[in-house]
């Protein structure tokens, strides 16, 4: 091969290489797809290994969000309570989707909720389709949002005698990690698992619940690495929730701030009943 | 770490670390060392931009959940390259039928609207120039030429992680190589040209 053949596939080589911005970009997105679709299989992985990555321990963060909240939103005083989460949503694919129910398995994963995680290590969850056992709900009534906000409360989960027993193993096993959030980007976890419950919240059609906690978000994480997200959910639980005013002008700042989004078509269509009424 | 070590070892502290037989398997270790390679990879073999990320998001979410099953009768570099092209096969085959590969006429050989090449354009004219060849091949023989010639994959590797047999590889990588030959002589012969 000539020199000036080399010197083209070289080229090529390092043209196509990502950019740091890129990667970054890709990570994100990874850890977000898992804790929105593959959290399930993650937390299996975790189950069965010494450590936590930062991938792998997706469904710990869950904890760690729940701890970062009571002491967060107890000064905001956001009507949040940690309970019991739903079960994780499963993988969207439909490959994805069959690799995680093989790795399934029928116990329940439990976490207690202690002010130790606080400060600790997240307690990696054995099971996807339990995954976390803390999560974030509603305390007032929707029907009066108004109501003064209670401050979080953390408690542990009810178990029957063998998950309690399965809960002291993990515990004690999780002792002997404390150190493995090491490779964990804690900055991020957090935001995600609050961003999925959000989410969960507006596809189970309680916008004023995803409003309650992207209304949190500036006081959770006031660096947020997902602005773009958050703004989008916003716009979204905004037009479900028919405050079409408030959504109209959070739709236009989106569209201002992220011009090329790919979240604008899901904006637009939550907000389609709207977009129609108005033509 | 070498890819060889990578496939029997790759444990660093704070890693998810998969029991594989007498060694361990670490998904970040994975990731970290194979993720510029995919990326690279993905473009080459005419994934755009745009979807690459979602692609490789694809990538490791596969590999994360079959890292436990990895036996390691392979290297893990040719185990995430057969989840790769598998992938971007599928992608391809998803989108619309593309039409017949152009043929390679010479003012996609070289964009003579284009400035000269300089420090930080010149790979991004090269990259484009080596695109276009790479979309006049066959699929077969573009994965072939990519692993083996932009990625220095052996042949045996590209055999294992092509699911084909190293002789129909090597085949394959010969034709590459004349077309690629070929073009490179018709290249510069128009940057010959140019710069006269």
Same mark, same amino acid.
């Given at each position: *091969?000539?020199? +000036?053949?080399?010197?083209?596939?070289?080229?090529?080589?390092?043209?196509?290489?990502?950019?740091?911005?890129?990667?970054?970009?890709?990570?994100?997105?990874?850890?977000?797809?898992?804790?929105?679709?593959?959290?399930?299989?993650?937390?299996?992985?975790?189950?069965?290994?010494?450590?936590?990555?930062?991938?792998?321990?997706?469904?710990?963060?869950?904890?760690?969000?729940?701890?970062?909240?009571?002491?967060?939103?107890?000064?905001?005083?956001?009507?949040?309570?940690?309970?019991? *989460?739903?079960?994780?949503?499963?993988?969207?694919?439909?490959?994805?989707?069959?690799?995680?129910?093989?790795?399934?398995?029928?116990?329940?994963?439990?976490?207690?909720?202690?002010?130790?995680?606080?400060?600790?290590?997240?307690?990696?969850?054995?099971?996807?389709?339990?995954?976390?056992?803390?999560?974030?709900?509603?305390?007032?009534?929707?029907?009066?949002?108004?109501?003064?906000?209670?401050?979080?409360?953390?408690?542990?989960?009810?178990?029957?005698?063998?998950?309690?027993?399965?809960?002291?193993?993990? @515990?004690?096993?999780?002792?002997?990690?404390?150190?493995?959030?090491?490779?964990?980007? @804690?900055?991020?976890?957090?935001?995600?698992?609050?961003?999925? @419950?959000?989410?969960?919240?507006?596809?189970?059609?309680?916008?004023? *619940?995803?409003?309650?906690?992207?209304?949190?978000?500036?006081?959770? /994480?006031?660096?947020?690495?997902?602005?773009?997200?958050?703004?989008?959910? +916003?716009?979204?639980?905004?037009?479900?929730?028919?405050?079409?005013?408030?959504?109209?002008?959070? +739709?236009?700042? /989106?569209?201002?701030?992220?011009?090329?989004?790919?979240?604008?078509? +899901?904006?637009?269509?939550?907000?389609?009943?709207?977009?129609?009424?108005?033509? | 770490?070498?890819?060889?070590?990578?496939?029997?070892?790759?444990?660093?502290?704070?890693?998810?670390?998969? !029991?594989?037989?007498?060694?361990?398997?670490?998904?970040?270790? =994975?990731?970290?060392?194979?993720?510029?390679? &995919?990326?690279?990879?993905?473009?080459?073999?005419?994934?755009?931009?745009?979807?690459?990320?979602?692609?490789?998001?694809?990538?490791? &979410?596969?590999?994360?959940?079959?890292?436990?099953?990895?036996?390691?009768?392979?290297?893990?570099?040719?185990?995430?390259?057969?989840?790769?092209?598998?992938?971007?096969?599928?992608?391809?085959?998803?989108?619309?039928?593309?039409?017949?590969?152009?043929?390679?006429?010479?003012?996609? &050989?070289?964009?003579?609207?284009?400035?000269?090449?300089?420090?930080?354009?010149?790979?991004?004219?090269?990259?484009?120039?080596?695109?276009?060849?790479?979309?006049?091949?066959?699929?077969?023989?573009? =994965?072939?030429?990519?692993?083996?010639?932009?990625?220095?994959?052996?042949? !045996?590797?590209?055999?294992?992680?092509?699911?084909?047999?190293?002789?129909?590889?090597?085949?394959?990588?010969?034709?590459?190589?004349?077309?690629?030959?070929?073009? =490179?002589?018709?290249?510069?012969?128009?940057?010959?040209?140019?710069?006269?």
């Amino acid at each position: *091969m000539t020199d +000036r053949a080399k010197e083209l596939l070289r080229q090529g080589r390092e043209a196509w290489q990502p950019t740091a911005q890129q990667k970054d970009a890709l990570r994100k997105k990874l850890v977000l797809a898992a804790a929105t679709a593959g959290a399930a299989s993650a937390a299996t992985l975790t189950a069965s290994t010494a450590k936590a990555s930062w991938l792998g321990s997706l469904a710990g963060w869950k904890a760690v969000v729940g701890v970062a909240t009571i002491a967060a939103v107890t000064s905001v005083a956001t009507p949040f309570v940690i309970s019991r *989460m739903k079960p994780a949503e499963q993988a969207q694919s439909a490959t994805p989707a069959r690799q995680a129910r093989a790795h399934r398995t029928d116990s329940e994963p439990r976490a207690a909720a202690s002010s130790a995680l606080a400060v600790t290590a997240p307690t990696p969850l054995p099971s996807p389709s339990i995954a976390p056992a803390l999560a974030l709900e509603p305390t007032t009534s929707p029907a009066n949002p108004s109501a003064l906000p209670e401050p979080l409360v953390a408690h542990e989960t009810t178990a029957d005698t063998t998950a309690a027993h399965e809960g002291a193993q993990r @515990r004690s096993a999780a002792g002997a990690r404390t150190s493995a959030t090491a490779g964990l980007p @804690r900055d991020l976890g957090p935001e995600a698992s609050a961003l999925l @419950r959000a989410n969960t919240a507006l596809r189970q059609g309680d916008s004023r *619940m995803a409003l309650r906690i992207a209304d949190a978000q500036p006081t959770l /994480f006031p660096r947020a690495q997902l602005r773009e997200e958050w703004l989008a959910l +916003r716009a979204m639980a905004l037009c479900r929730a028919g405050d079409h005013a408030r959504a109209d002008a959070v +739709r236009r700042q /989106f569209a201002q701030r992220f011009p090329s989004s790919i979240h604008l078509v +899901r904006i637009a269509r939550a907000c389609e009943s709207h977009d129609d009424a108005q033509r | 770490m070498s890819r060889a070590s990578l496939a029997v070892a790759g444990k660093q502290d704070g890693d998810t670390d998969v !029991p594989h037989g007498d060694a361990t398997l670490s998904f970040d270790v =994975v990731y970290e060392e194979n993720v510029d390679y &995919l990326w690279r990879t993905a473009r080459a073999l005419g994934v755009a931009e745009d979807a690459v990320e979602d692609l490789l998001q694809e990538a490791f &979410l596969i590999v994360h959940r079959r890292l436990h099953e990895f036996e390691g009768r392979s290297q893990v570099r040719t185990w995430v390259t057969g989840i790769l092209v598998n992938l971007v096969r599928n992608h391809r085959r998803s989108r619309a039928r593309r039409p017949e590969a152009p043929e390679l006429a010479d003012d996609q &050989l070289v964009d003579e609207r284009a400035p000269k090449p300089d420090d930080h354009a010149d790979n991004e004219v090269a990259a484009r120039a080596l695109r276009a060849f790479l979309d006049a091949l066959s699929e077969e023989q573009r =994965v072939v030429f990519v692993l083996s010639e932009i990625e220095e994959l052996s042949a !045996p590797e590209i055999a294992t992680a092509t699911n084909t047999n190293v002789n129909t590889v090597y085949y394959r990588l010969a034709a590459a190589r004349k077309e690629y030959a070929s073009f =490179v002589a018709r290249l510069r012969a128009k940057e010959t040209w140019r710069s006269a």
